[in-house]
C-alpha cells in the first residue's frame, strides 16, 4: 500500500465506488458521510439498472455507459439484480412513429434489443394496456439502490479502507493554495477535528457545488429532483417503460412488492429543500396507468423525491435538456491543487465514474496503478456491517 | 392540502459518554402526508444538526429507518406523524447496541445471517426465470425481508437471550427450505435446531405484527418446528454455535435477565399475552401441587376433610377459587388463539385476538364466580 491518503466526501453511489477502486489500487482511503451511507441522492433512485435503451436517441454518449456498465456490473455484483429485463411499449401511433429511431439508436450504442407483438407481450406481462402495438424488450434490470453501494463499501473497507458515516465535512485544510485535508465534525461524539490528506475528493452528489464552494471554486451542479411513487403490489415482472422521448411517468421499476413509478424532472436550489408536489404524485398515477391500468387503483405506499446532480447550466429550466453523463474536475485548472470534484452520471456509471476519477487521482499522485474494478467480484452487502 | 399545523415531536437522545439517555422535544410542522423520517430531517436541517438517523430509500424497501414511534415498531419513512396527537414520542429499535441518538448498530443483526454458514440472505434473481404471470400482483416472493431488525426489536426473547438467533434470521433459513435453490435445507434446520434456536420461540407473535414486508417470521418459526418435530430429523450438521457479539458495547444499560421480564417499557399486546400464558402457567403447576396435598387429606378421614371444606367457603379461599379460574380460563383460551396464530391462520388478528380471549375469559369468569358464589350460600 502506498504512503498516500485521499479523503472521500460523499457515501453515495459515486463515493462508494471511488473508494474501493482507490483502495484497490493500493491508496489509503478515508470517505466521510454527513449521515448514514446512501442517505443522499443514491438510496432514493428508482432502482433501475439501466441498459442505456433510455437515452439511445438523445444521449447516446450516456446510453453507451449505461449497456457497457450493465454488464460489468452483473459479473462483479451477482445477486444485486433481479434479472427481468426491460420492455418498451409503444400505446400510440406517436410512439410507433419513434420505433424506428429507438431501435437504430440502441443499435448505435450496442444496446441488444427484441422486438415482441402485442400478443407475445401481453402473454409475459397481462396487466400492460391492451391497447399497445408492440414492445421491445432490452437489458433493463431492478437493482436494490442502497445495497449494491454497500457492497462497494464492504469490500473496500475489508480492503483496508476506512469508512465514517456521520462525520460532515465542515471546511478544508489548506496549504497555500493547496488542499491539504478537511475539517470535519462527528456527530456521534460531537467533536471537530481535522483528517490531513494528500487529495480530497468531493462527490456530494447535488451537494457538490456546495462543497466545491469551501475550497471557493465553482462545479456547475443543478440539483435536479425527481418526484417517484410506490405502490403496493407487483404489477410485472420486467421494467416497464413508455416508447418515446424520456418525459414525466414513463418507468415502472417492480421492486420486491411494490411498483415504483416514475419520474418528473424540475430544479432546485438546495437539496436539502425537496417537497413532494401533490401534482406530480397525481401525474404519477395517470402516467403509470397510461401502460398498467390497474395502477390507477393500486394503494399508495410511499411518494418522495431525490435530487439529481446534474451537471450543466444553471439555467436548465427542467433537468430533462441536461445529459445524464458525469464529469470529473481537477480544480488545478482554478489554481486550486488537491481537489478533485466528481458529479454528474447515474448509480448504473458509478464504477467508471469511479475509475476515471481514479486514474486522474493516481495520475496526480505521480502512482502508476491500474484500475482493477472491472474484474474484482464485490463482498455481498452484509459484510459492510460485520 | 390543509394548511400545515405543529406537533411536538419528543426525541430520545443519546451520545457515546452521556451518563444517561434523555429526551428533547421539538415543534415541527405537518400536513396530512409528512412522515416521521421527514420530520426528523427538517429537525436535523432547522434546528439540530447533530440529530443522528438513518435512512436510505424512503419507500419501505431499504429497511435502514426502523424506529420506535410512541412504543410501537416501524419504519419511519411510511408512517404519517397526522392524525397522532400533539406529542409523538421518537426512540431507537431496541435490542441492538445503540450507536447514538436513533442509529443502532446493525452488526450483531447481520452476524446472525452469516452465523448459518450459508447465504441466507438471498439473491434477488427468483423471478427471471419463473416468468410469473396471472397473479403476480399478489405475489409475495421470499426475498421480502427487509432486514429492518423492526421484528427483533419486538421480540421479548431477543430482549433475553442475546444470544437468540431471531425471527429474521429464522424467517430465512425457512426460506431455504422451503425454496433451497441449491442450498442443504437440512443444515437450515440443523442451525435452528439448538437451545438459541426455534425452540426459544415464546410465540409472542409481535415479530409477525410488526413486520413492514407480510415476512410473517414468526409463522416461520412454528412452522420450523413442525419440520424438525414430524419431518425426517435434520442430520448433525456442522451447526455453527451461537457466537453473536456482546450486545451494547456503548449503549446505556440495558434490561437482562428475570427484570427484563417485568419490564413494561416498550412492549407490545403480543408480549402481555405471552408473560400471561406463561404465569398462568406457572400458577395452574403451583395448583396442581397443591391441589394433590389437599386430596392427601381424605386419606386422614372425614374430620379433616369436613375442616378444609370448612375453609373452601371462606371469602379469601373463595378469591383464590376466581384467580384459579381466571387461569384456567385464559390460558386454555390463549391456548387457542397461540395455535391458530401459530398454524398461520389468524396470524395478522393475533393482538385482536388477544383481547378477544381477555373478554371471553372475563365473561366466563364472571358466570363462574356467579355460580360459585350460589352454590356457596
Ligand atoms: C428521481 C431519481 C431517479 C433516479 N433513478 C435512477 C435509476 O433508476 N438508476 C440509476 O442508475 N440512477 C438513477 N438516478 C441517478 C442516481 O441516483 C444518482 O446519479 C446517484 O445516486 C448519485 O450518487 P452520488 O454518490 O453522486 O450522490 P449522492 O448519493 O447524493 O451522495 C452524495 C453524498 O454526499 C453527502 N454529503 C453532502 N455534503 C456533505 C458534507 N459536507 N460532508 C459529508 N458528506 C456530505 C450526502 O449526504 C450524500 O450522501 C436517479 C436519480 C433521481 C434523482
Ligand atoms: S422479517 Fe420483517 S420485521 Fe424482520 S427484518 Fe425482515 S422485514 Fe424486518
Ligand atoms: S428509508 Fe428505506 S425503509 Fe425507510
Partial sequence: MSAYHVVIIGGGATGAALAHDLTLRGVQVTLVERGEVTSGTTGRHHGLLHSGARYAVKDPESARECIQENQILRRIAPGSFELNDGLFVALTDEDLAY???????????????RTLSRDEALRLEPNLNPDLKLAVQVPDGTMDAMRLPLRFLATAKHNGARVHPFHQVTGLVFQGRTVAGVQVR??????????????????????????????????????????LVAVRGRWTNMVINRLHR?????????????????TSSWVVDDPDHLDVPEEHIRLMYEKGAEMIPALARAPMRAAWAAARPLVGSRQAQSGRELSRTFKVFDHAAEGVE??????????????????VTADLVVRKLGLDAPCRTREVVLLPHTAYYT | MSSPSTVQLRVFRYKPGDPAPHYDTFAVPVTPRTTVLEALQAIRRDQDPSLMLRHSCHHAS??????????????ACVTPLADRGPVVTVEPLQNAPLLGDLVVDMGPFY??????????????????????????????????????????STCPVAATDPLYLGPAAMA??????????????????????????????????ECSTVCPNDVQPGQAIAALRQRLALGEPAPPGPAAAATRPALAPTGPARRVGLRAWLDPRGRDVGYWAFVLHRLTGLALVVYLLLHLWVLRLLARGPAAWDEFIALARSPLFLALDGLLLFGVLFHGLNGVRVALVGLGAAARRQRGLFWAVLLLTLLLLAAGVAALVAAVH
Fill in chain 1, 338 to 355: 488537491g481537489f478533485v470534484t466528481i458529479v454528474g452520471g447515474k448509480a448504473t456509471t458509478a464504477r467508471i465514474m469511479a475509475e
Fill in chain 1, 186 to 227: 462527528d456527530h456521534r461524539r460531537g467533536r471537530d477535528f481535522t483528517i490531513a490528506a494528500d487529495l480530497v475528493v468531493n462527490a456530494a452528489g447535488p451537494w457538490a457545488e456546495h462543497v466545491a464552494r469551501m475550497a471557493g471554486v465553482d462545479v456547475p451542479v443543478v440539483p435536479s429532483p425527481g418526484v
Fill in chain 1, 246 to 262: 424520456a418525459g414525466d411517468g414513463d418507468i415502472v421499476v417492480p421492486q420486491r412488492t411494490l411498483s415504483v413509478i416514475g
Fill in chain 1, 99 to 113: 420505433y424506428d429511431d429507438f431501435m437504430e439508436g440502441c443499435a448505435n450504442t450496442g444496446i441488444p434489443t
Fill in chain 2, 111 to 152: 452476524a446472525v445471517f452469516t452465523q448459518a454458514g450459508m447465504p441466507l440472505v438471498r439473491s434477488t434473481e427468483a423471478t427471471a426465470a419463473s416468468r410469473p404471470a396471472a397473479g403476480i400482483e399478489r405475489l409475495t416472493r421470499f426475498e421480502n425481508c427487509l432486514e429492518c431488525g423492526l421484528c427483533v
Fill in chain 2, 62 to 75: 431499504c429497511g435502514t429507518c426502523g424506529l420506535r414511534v410512541d412504543g410501537q415498531e416501524v419504519l
Fill in chain 2, 172 to 205: 430465512a433459513a425457512w426460506r431455504v427450505v422451503q425454496e433451497p435453490r441449491g442450498q442443504n435445507p437440512a443444515r437450515a434446520l440443523a442451525w435452528v435446531d439448538q437451545e438459541h434456536g426455534c425452540w426459544r420461540c415464546h410465540l409472542a407473535f
